[in-house]
């Protein structure tokens, strides 16, 4: 199992930051634009939750690419508390579903005028004997990878379409 925290910082103040995290048009220009999803679909969304379902293009071994197959994806399912100011989120692949588990959390805090840190805690746990250790740590890097690109477009979009 890994655990792991990544740390943002979003020029806006938490409201915005809110705002734009549940923004239609930014997560199809996100997910399908930033990180290069091959299919997106926002399912269902809330004012405090959402089902996205996607298929990334992974970037994995050979030994892991015959296990999960040429069209990995997941469906992430995600619940905003608004009296704790958490989004909580757990994802559900589409191939080694019982064996492969994702989940986190993501909160703001105040850094400084107009500015927010984005705090992300991700566990990731792989039960798949022989390559569990291998298929946690690329999920660790791609999962990495495309939180540190959300967090650069986050700031860039918010400068240009939600000044706040």
Not at 5 to 13: M, Q, S, W, Y
Not at 80 to 89: A, E, G, I, L, N
Not at 140 to 158: H, I, L, P
Request: with cysteine.
């Amino acid at each position: 199992m890994r655990k792991f925290t990544l740390t943002h910082e979003i020029a806006c103040d938490e409201t915005t930051f809110w705002k734009v995290f549940f923004d239609r048009e930014y997560n199809y220009a996100l997910y399908p634009g930033v990180l290069g999803f091959v299919d997106f679909e926002l399912q269902e969304q809330t004012p405090t939750s959402w089902r996205l379902k996607g298929t990334p293009k992974p970037a994995v071994p050979a030994v892991l690419a015959k296990a999960i197959g040429d069209r990995f994806g997941y469906v992430e399912t995600g619940t905003f508390d608004p009296d704790k100011r958490v989004w909580s989120f757990t994802m559900k692949f589409n191939s080694l579903s019982e064996k492969l588990h994702e989940d986190g959390t993501v909160r703001v805090e105040a850094a400084g005028e107009r500015r927010v840190k984005r705090i992300v805690d991700v566990t990731i746990a792989a039960k798949v004997f022989g390559v569990g250790g291998l298929l946690e740590s690329t999920t660790e890097k791609e999962t990495r990878a495309g939180w540190d690109k959300s967090g650069a477009f986050m700031d860039r979009w918010v400068k240009e379409h939600a000044a706040g």
